[in-house]
């Protein structure tokens, strides 16, 4: 019997440690220089969902969403060429509205540009960066301001090591 557990415990401990994310942290200074479509992420932040900075930044939105209930108190999907924003809480009277989730084509992290469609060889090599196993199956390279826990890039990646998707989002 105690062998049997011992063999449980270890089996916890296996399927807990490999269910963990392999997150790059980066420092503050480096986060703060990320660019999504040439664009500091921290001005898009600060637009908070603001339609006419946001054009100013990205051109006319093709397609933009409001939504006034939810979660939170309300919020906007804004749709540009090659890049996609959604802020919450944008009827809030007490908060400001937060960017929540953002898909962009272009990416720029530790003076390294990557696109959807390049080979993820020149983010993982250039930055020495590791790779996650998603729990799909697939891949992507997760990176976060020094804290795995929030709000991460992740970088999808198929079997070909082709970028397919660059996305940044609140986890919560």
Known sequence: MKNLYIL???????LTVTAQSTVNEIASNDYNQIKVNGVLFSIVKNTHGEEN???TL???AIDIQNHPD???DGWKKLNFNNIVINFDDVNSNSSSPELTYLSTNTFEVLDIVINVGDNISTLLFG???TNNLNVDGSTSVIITNMNGDCCPFIIKYNNLNIITSIEYFVWS
């Open 70 to 72: 939810g979660l939170g």
């Open 58 to 60: 990205f051109g006319t």
């Open 8 to 14: 449980a415990v270890a089996l916890f401990l296996n």
């Open 53 to 55: 900075a946001l054009s």
């Open 127 to 129: 930055a020495n960066f």
